[in-house]
Nanobody, 123 residues
Framework: QVELVESGGGLVQAGGSLRLSCAAS????????MGWFRQAPGKEREFVAA???????AYADSMKGRFTISRDNAKNTVYLQMNSLKPEDTAVYYC?????????????????WGQGTQVTVSS
């Protein structure tokens, strides 16, 4: 069992930056693939980024060059650095985890989810 707790969300102006953090419980964190998804009101949950134990990463096309996912296995924490934020980035951001090494972009591939953190980007 893995418990995930996100933090770092908030209100920011367009063009600004935020760094989300996700603290994970469990001694096998280093072996998990960690991901971030987001969901805006009235929209489907969508993939943002993921990173595996080899620190291979994947990003949604609209986030490439603006968002960076990273992990600190010593702290059992994964981060999402978000730069050049746009109003359309407004959403609840969820941290996710799966025990396999494959970096996946589909929500159903991740059995563990945090409670989410709100990110609001004003224009």
């Amino acid at each position: 069992q893995v418990e995930l707790v996100e933090s770092g969300g908030g209100l920011v102006q367009a063009g600004g930056s935020l760094r989300l953090s996700c603290a994970a419980s469990g001694r096998t964190f280093s072996g998990y693939t960690m991901g971030w998804f987001r969901q805006a009101p009235g929209k489907e949950r969508e993939f943002v980024a993921a990173i595996n134990l080899y620190k291979s990463t994947a990003y949604a096309d609209s986030m490439k060059g603006r968002f960076t996912i990273s992990r600190d296995n010593a702290k059992n924490t994964v981060y999402l650095q978000m730069n050049s934020l746009k109003p359309e980035d407004t959403a609840v951001y969820y941290c996710t985890a799966r025990s396999s090494v494959g970096v996946r972009t589909v929500p159903n591939e991740y059995p563990y989810w945090g409670q989410g953190t709100q990110v609001t980007v004003s224009s």
